[in-house]
């Protein structure tokens, strides 16, 4: 059995979970609505104050399905309820963020400043002028945009200037020496 799978998901107060005949499910919380697709085959039963989530036989796909399945379930439930977020860094001389309306202003060492606009359901949030907090209730779309910020300008392993995770740890290496 999938150690993930057969736990149950415990719905919080002020969350209600629905499940259609599709293996469609919609999760509605404090913070806003999300639904998502699972995969067919899957038996998702909503009972009281938990979800349970079993599959139909040992194929290996199912069986991938199963553990898949709950955490997706349990990361919607998290997020209309908490929300998900992401930290950036911005290192670097001259490199720094600014926040215009919804569109995201990065100056990293471009002729240009590379202008992003927040997509929907996300916010970004610049604390000081070299953090940046993405936050959002669902974690892929969270993640996917985080990524994509840090894209602009990855960080490179001689000085550690570029955007970076927060708890991302870049490997340094050593510069080239002169011979004499």
Same mark, same amino acid.
């Given at each position: 059995?999938? /150690?993930?799978?057969?736990?149950?998901?415990?719905?919080?107060?002020? !969350?209600? !979970?629905? +499940?259609?005949?599709?293996? %469609?499910?919609?999760?509605? &919380?404090?913070?806003?609505?999300?639904?998502?697709? #699972?995969?067919?085959? #899957?038996? @998702?039963?909503?009972?009281?104050?938990? !979800?349970?989530?079993?599959?139909?036989?040992?194929?290996?796909?199912?069986?991938?399905?199963?553990?898949?399945? /709950?955490?997706?379930?349990? %990361?919607? +439930?998290?997020?209309?309820?908490?929300?998900?977020?992401?930290?950036?860094?911005?290192?670097? +001389?001259?490199?720094?963020?600014?926040?215009? &309306?919804?569109?995201? !202003?990065?100056?990293?060492?471009?002729?240009?400043?590379?202008? #992003? %606009?927040?997509?929907?359901?996300?916010?970004?949030?610049?604390?000081?002028? %070299?953090?940046? @907090?993405?936050? &959002?209730?669902?974690?892929?779309?969270?993640?996917?945009?985080?990524?994509?910020? /840090?894209?602009? /300008?990855?960080?490179?392993?001689?000085?550690?200037?570029? @955007?970076?995770?927060?708890?991302?740890?870049?490997?340094?290496?050593?510069?080239?020496?002169?011979?004499?």
């Amino acid at each position: 059995m999938s /150690r993930i799978g057969i736990k149950p998901v415990t719905i919080p107060a002020g !969350v209600t !979970v629905t +499940v259609d005949d599709n293996n %469609n499910v919609t999760v509605k &919380g404090p913070k806003g609505t999300l639904e998502k697709q #699972m995969p067919a085959g #899957m038996d @998702i039963k909503v009972e009281g104050e938990t !979800v349970t989530v079993s599959r139909p036989n040992d194929l290996k796909k199912m069986k991938s399905f199963h553990g898949l399945t /709950r955490t997706l379930i349990s %990361n919607m +439930v998290t997020g209309v309820t908490e929300g998900f977020e992401k930290k950036l860094e911005i290192n670097g +001389v001259g490199y720094r963020a600014q926040k215009k &309306g919804k569109t995201l !202003v990065l100056n990293l060492g471009y002729s240009n400043p590379v202008e #992003m %606009n927040d997509p929907e359901g996300i916010e970004v949030d610049v604390d000081g002028q %070299n953090i940046l @907090i993405v936050k &959002g209730i669902d974690k892929q779309k969270v993640g996917q945009y985080a990524a994509e910020i /840090r894209t602009k /300008r990855p960080p490179e392993p001689y000085k550690g200037k570029g @955007i970076k995770y927060e708890d991302e740890v870049i490997k340094r290496k050593v510069g080239k020496t002169a011979k004499k």
